[in-house]
């Protein structure tokens, strides 16, 4: 059964919302993100759009086709990688057996972090 929410953790959503991100979030509360999202939802927590659209090139990645990363998840799964593409709003990422890609937004947000382990040149 679900945990419910207490009325100390929504004041606590509703005074940092804007402070701080998902991860974050959840991290303070013991909550998986998802939960942190839907309460969000529920208290009508948006963030706001924003007006420069954001890019790889605004993020300023290092990742060049041809990297070798290593992709953590915000469950704490780990994979590694080679970097095929870099895109403007994600990277492709070619795993063992299949092909990923890492958005943007889920870098920025904290949701998925990536590691440089390798620099190698495209063949």
């Not at 991100?21 to 939802?41: D, F, K, M």
């Not at 920025?108 to 190698?120: A, M, N, P, T």
Request: net charge positive; proline share 2%; charged share 30%.
């Amino acid at each position: 059964m679900a945990k419910r929410w207490t009325q100390a953790e929504k004041e606590f959503l509703l005074n940092n919302f804007d402070k701080m991100a998902n991860a974050e979030l959840a991290a303070a509360l013991g909550r998986s993100i998802h939960a942190v999202r839907q309460q969000c939802a529920q208290l009508g927590l948006r963030r706001s759009r924003r007006k420069n659209k954001i890019t790889i090139k605004s993020y300023n990645p290092e990742y060049k086709p041809g990297d070798m990363v290593r992709v953590t998840w915000d469950r704490g799964q780990q994979r590694q990688g080679r970097v095929l593409r870099v895109y403007e709003r994600f990277i492709l990422i070619q795993f063992p057996r299949w092909r990923e890609c890492v958005n943007i937004a889920t870098l920025i947000s904290g949701d998925v972090k990536i590691e440089l382990v390798e620099r190698r040149k495209v063949a």
